[in-house]
């Protein structure tokens, strides 16, 4: 990996953990000054995270920019006519649940990749490979999460807030871990690449 290469994706890839912080921050606000109908920020979260995604995972997951615009564009044009089209302070759960089936395409292109690659030496020291980790974590189980809101809210409202509570905070929890650990190999990465 080149200098370049590292000073071009290091700023993004700390963008992602500390957008999630902020907007954590934000729903936290909303919720202790007790503002009902703030599913906007949850909606504005996961359009940003979609964002930021596609273009960490830019040059290898898309052939080319043209391509990546092409589907990111028709996504979150997706997400927005959804949102708009039921409500813009209740969470689109339904958009959101597109949004993580693409990062588990991401993350299986991901590691894709990473088997083309000749030149890892250790793969447990590869920022790449922590961080497809925790998108796909991730993904997997908020994808089902988002997908089955509704029919699990309708057969048992206490139990889908429960599963919520406890499963997608691990979730979160667990994504946060891997990143922190893809984050530690990538800043290796480029102290290694600004003094070879």
Known sequence: VTTGVVRKHFPLLWFYPLTGFAFDILVSIFKRIGSSGNGWVSNLFVLTEFIILSFIYRKRVFPNDRVLFLFTGTLVVFFVSTTLNASLVRFNMFGASFFSF??????????????????????????????????LTYASGTFLLFLFKDYLWAVNEVFYKQLWNSLFQLL???KNILL??????????SVRARSG
């Open 172 to 174: 979160n929890i667990i």
């Open 102 to 135: 693409s990062y588990i395409v991401y993350g299986l292109l991901g590691f894709r990749s990473i088997l083309k690659e000749t030149d890892i030496v250790s793969l447990e020291r590869y920022w790449f490979f922590w961080l497809n980790t925790a998108v």
């Open 180 to 189: 922190a650990v893809a984050l530690y190999y990538y800043h290796n990465l």
